[in-house]
Protein backbone atom coordinates (compact mmCIF):
# COMPACT_ATOMS: atom_id res chain seq x y z
CA UNK A 1 0.00 0.00 0.00
CA UNK A 2 1.22 3.35 -0.97
CA UNK A 3 2.66 5.64 2.16
CA UNK A 4 3.30 8.92 2.96
CA UNK A 5 6.52 10.10 5.22
CA UNK A 6 6.92 14.01 6.51
CA UNK A 7 10.59 13.82 8.09
CA UNK A 8 9.63 17.21 10.49
CA UNK A 9 7.55 17.54 13.20
CA UNK A 10 7.83 21.45 12.56
CA UNK A 11 9.40 23.61 10.72
CA UNK A 12 10.53 27.36 11.61
CA UNK A 13 11.66 29.83 9.16
CA UNK A 14 11.44 34.09 9.44
CA UNK A 15 9.32 36.53 7.17
CA UNK A 16 10.79 36.94 3.97
CA UNK A 17 13.04 33.94 4.00
CA UNK A 18 12.33 30.79 1.54
CA UNK A 19 10.65 27.81 2.95
CA UNK A 20 10.78 24.27 2.23
CA UNK A 21 8.52 21.44 3.73
CA UNK A 22 9.03 18.19 2.61
CA UNK A 23 7.75 14.68 1.75
CA UNK A 24 8.59 11.43 0.27
CA UNK A 25 6.09 8.91 -0.69
CA UNK A 26 6.00 4.92 -1.75
CA UNK A 27 3.45 3.75 -4.24
CA UNK A 28 3.09 1.36 -6.38
CA UNK A 29 3.13 2.27 -10.31
CA UNK A 30 2.68 6.00 -10.94
CA UNK A 31 1.14 8.45 -8.22
CA UNK A 32 -1.14 11.39 -7.47
CA UNK A 33 0.57 14.09 -5.30
CA UNK A 34 -1.07 16.69 -3.23
CA UNK A 35 -0.59 19.07 -0.55
CA UNK A 36 -3.15 20.30 1.37
CA UNK A 37 -2.84 23.19 4.23
CA UNK A 38 -4.60 23.40 7.73
CA UNK A 39 -5.81 26.29 10.18
CA UNK A 40 -6.47 25.83 13.69
CA UNK A 41 -10.38 24.24 13.77
CA UNK A 42 -10.91 23.57 10.11
CA UNK A 43 -10.76 21.64 7.57
CA UNK A 44 -8.22 20.83 5.13
CA UNK A 45 -7.68 23.19 2.37
CA UNK A 46 -6.02 21.79 -0.88
CA UNK A 47 -2.89 23.61 -2.13
CA UNK A 48 -1.78 21.90 -4.83
CA UNK A 49 -1.11 18.63 -7.14
CA UNK A 50 0.52 16.51 -9.18
CA UNK A 51 -0.96 14.41 -11.84
CA UNK A 52 1.09 14.35 -14.99
CA UNK A 53 3.07 16.77 -16.94
CA UNK A 54 5.99 19.51 -15.56
CA UNK A 55 7.46 18.58 -12.44
CA UNK A 56 7.22 21.85 -10.97
CA UNK A 57 3.62 22.59 -10.11
CA UNK A 58 2.28 25.64 -8.89
CA UNK A 59 -0.69 26.33 -6.76
CA UNK A 60 -2.52 28.61 -3.99
CA UNK A 61 -1.05 31.26 -2.05
CA UNK A 62 1.91 31.64 -3.98
CA UNK A 63 3.30 27.66 -3.03
CA UNK A 64 4.57 25.58 -5.22
CA UNK A 65 5.92 21.83 -5.48
CA UNK A 66 8.18 19.59 -7.09
CA UNK A 67 8.14 16.26 -7.94
CA UNK A 68 10.46 14.29 -8.28
CA UNK A 69 10.17 10.83 -9.59
CA UNK A 70 13.98 9.41 -8.94
CA UNK A 71 13.64 10.79 -4.81
CA UNK A 72 10.33 10.04 -4.28
CA UNK A 73 9.69 13.00 -2.88
CA UNK A 74 7.36 16.08 -3.46
CA UNK A 75 8.61 19.30 -1.72
CA UNK A 76 6.42 21.96 -1.00
CA UNK A 77 8.39 25.60 -1.33
CA UNK A 78 7.64 29.01 -1.36
CA UNK A 79 10.36 32.06 -2.08
CA UNK A 80 8.70 34.37 0.62
CA UNK A 81 7.44 33.14 3.40
CA UNK A 82 4.52 35.45 5.61
CA UNK A 83 3.25 35.06 8.76
CA UNK A 84 0.10 34.40 7.69
CA UNK A 85 1.62 30.97 6.25
CA UNK A 86 1.83 29.29 9.97
CA UNK A 87 -0.49 26.60 9.52
CA UNK A 88 0.20 22.51 9.58
CA UNK A 89 1.09 21.32 6.35
CA UNK A 90 -0.07 17.77 5.21
CA UNK A 91 0.96 15.96 2.00
CA UNK A 92 -1.14 13.41 0.18
CA UNK A 93 -0.73 10.13 -2.33
CA UNK A 94 -3.04 7.98 -4.24
CA UNK A 95 -2.29 5.56 -7.23
CA UNK A 96 -3.79 6.60 -10.39
CA UNK A 97 -5.84 3.88 -10.68
CA UNK A 98 -8.07 4.19 -7.49
CA UNK A 99 -9.56 6.56 -4.33
CA UNK A 100 -6.86 5.08 -1.54
CA UNK A 101 -5.58 8.34 -0.54
CA UNK A 102 -2.77 8.83 1.88
CA UNK A 103 -1.58 10.96 4.01
CA UNK A 104 1.72 12.07 6.09
CA UNK A 105 1.63 13.02 9.83
CA UNK A 106 1.83 16.87 9.39
CA UNK A 107 4.35 19.61 9.53
CA UNK A 108 3.51 22.30 11.81
CA UNK A 109 5.23 25.65 9.69
CA UNK A 110 5.95 28.78 12.12
CA UNK A 111 6.72 31.92 10.25
CA UNK A 112 7.93 33.80 12.42
CA UNK A 113 7.93 37.90 12.38
CA UNK B 1 -15.34 22.72 -6.72
CA UNK B 2 -16.86 20.46 -4.42
CA UNK B 3 -18.60 21.95 -1.44
CA UNK B 4 -18.68 19.72 1.66
CA UNK B 5 -20.65 20.23 4.48
CA UNK B 6 -20.49 18.96 8.31
CA UNK B 7 -23.28 19.98 10.39
CA UNK B 8 -21.68 20.12 13.65
CA UNK B 9 -18.34 21.72 14.10
CA UNK B 10 -17.92 20.73 18.00
CA UNK B 11 -19.95 18.04 19.87
CA UNK B 12 -19.48 17.01 23.46
CA UNK B 13 -20.92 13.70 24.44
CA UNK B 14 -20.57 11.35 27.06
CA UNK B 15 -19.56 7.95 27.28
CA UNK B 16 -21.59 5.15 25.43
CA UNK B 17 -23.90 7.64 24.03
CA UNK B 18 -24.55 7.10 19.99
CA UNK B 19 -23.22 10.16 17.87
CA UNK B 20 -23.83 11.03 14.70
CA UNK B 21 -21.64 13.24 12.69
CA UNK B 22 -23.68 14.21 9.46
CA UNK B 23 -21.94 15.62 6.05
CA UNK B 24 -23.27 16.69 2.81
CA UNK B 25 -21.69 17.70 -1.03
CA UNK B 26 -23.29 19.37 -3.13
CA UNK B 27 -21.60 17.81 -6.90
CA UNK B 28 -23.71 14.46 -6.93
CA UNK B 29 -20.43 12.44 -6.53
CA UNK B 30 -20.50 8.62 -6.05
CA UNK B 31 -17.53 8.82 -3.86
CA UNK B 32 -17.55 9.98 -0.02
CA UNK B 33 -15.03 9.93 2.45
CA UNK B 34 -14.97 9.81 6.59
CA UNK B 35 -11.40 10.30 8.18
CA UNK B 36 -10.24 11.09 11.66
CA UNK B 37 -7.19 13.21 12.26
CA UNK B 38 -4.93 12.94 15.49
CA UNK B 39 -1.87 14.77 16.25
CA UNK B 40 1.23 13.11 14.96
CA UNK B 41 -0.88 10.59 12.98
CA UNK B 42 -2.25 12.48 10.14
CA UNK B 43 -5.51 11.41 8.81
CA UNK B 44 -6.92 7.93 9.06
CA UNK B 45 -9.36 6.85 6.64
CA UNK B 46 -12.58 5.29 8.77
CA UNK B 47 -15.06 4.20 5.73
CA UNK B 48 -15.99 5.33 2.30
CA UNK B 49 -18.86 4.95 0.04
CA UNK B 50 -18.89 4.42 -3.48
CA UNK B 51 -22.45 4.76 -3.74
CA UNK B 52 -25.84 4.77 -2.32
CA UNK B 53 -26.32 2.06 0.04
CA UNK B 54 -22.47 0.84 -0.63
CA UNK B 55 -19.49 1.13 1.79
CA UNK B 56 -16.33 -0.09 2.79
CA UNK B 57 -14.09 -0.34 5.51
CA UNK B 58 -11.16 1.79 5.87
CA UNK B 59 -7.92 1.33 7.97
CA UNK B 60 -9.88 2.24 11.18
CA UNK B 61 -13.37 1.08 11.19
CA UNK B 62 -13.53 -0.34 14.50
CA UNK B 63 -16.36 1.22 16.56
CA UNK B 64 -17.67 3.09 13.53
CA UNK B 65 -20.36 2.84 11.41
CA UNK B 66 -21.75 4.67 8.34
CA UNK B 67 -24.93 5.25 6.66
CA UNK B 68 -25.29 6.39 2.65
CA UNK B 69 -29.03 6.52 2.11
CA UNK B 70 -28.99 9.34 -0.61
CA UNK B 71 -26.21 10.07 -3.21
CA UNK B 72 -25.32 14.08 -1.09
CA UNK B 73 -25.29 12.57 2.73
CA UNK B 74 -22.52 10.07 4.02
CA UNK B 75 -23.17 9.88 8.43
CA UNK B 76 -20.87 8.48 10.45
CA UNK B 77 -22.16 6.78 13.31
CA UNK B 78 -20.49 5.66 16.52
CA UNK B 79 -22.96 3.49 18.24
CA UNK B 80 -21.30 3.22 21.82
CA UNK B 81 -19.10 6.47 22.25
CA UNK B 82 -15.71 5.97 24.14
CA UNK B 83 -13.16 8.16 25.57
CA UNK B 84 -10.32 7.34 23.17
CA UNK B 85 -12.93 8.50 20.07
CA UNK B 86 -12.14 11.98 20.80
CA UNK B 87 -10.93 13.48 17.99
CA UNK B 88 -11.12 15.39 14.72
CA UNK B 89 -13.66 13.70 12.41
CA UNK B 90 -12.93 14.85 8.88
CA UNK B 91 -15.21 14.60 5.64
CA UNK B 92 -14.04 14.51 1.96
CA UNK B 93 -15.37 14.39 -1.69
CA UNK B 94 -13.66 13.96 -4.72
CA UNK B 95 -12.76 16.31 -7.23
CA UNK B 96 -10.71 16.33 -10.61
CA UNK B 97 -7.77 14.17 -8.62
CA UNK B 98 -7.64 15.61 -5.16
CA UNK B 99 -10.58 15.38 -2.23
CA UNK B 100 -12.21 18.39 -0.57
CA UNK B 101 -12.57 18.24 2.54
CA UNK B 102 -15.54 19.50 5.06
CA UNK B 103 -14.70 22.12 8.13
CA UNK B 104 -14.32 19.29 10.17
CA UNK B 105 -16.25 17.95 13.38
CA UNK B 106 -14.39 18.35 16.60
CA UNK B 107 -15.77 15.30 19.24
CA UNK B 108 -14.83 15.04 23.27
CA UNK B 109 -16.53 12.12 24.46
CA UNK B 110 -16.29 12.36 28.31
Known amino acids: AQSVAQPEDQVNVAEGNPLTVKCTYSVSGNPYLFWYVQYPNRGLQFLLKYITGDNLVKGSYGFEAEFNKSQTSFHLKKPSALVSDSALYFC???????????FGAGTRLTVKP | DVKVTQSSRYLVKRTGEKVFLECVQDMDHENMFWYRQDPGLGLRLIYFSYDVKMKEKGDIPEGYSVSREKKERFSLILESASTNQTSMYLC?????????FGEGSRLTVL
Open chain 1, 92 to 102: AVRPVNNNDMR
Open chain 2, 92 to 100: AGPGPGELF
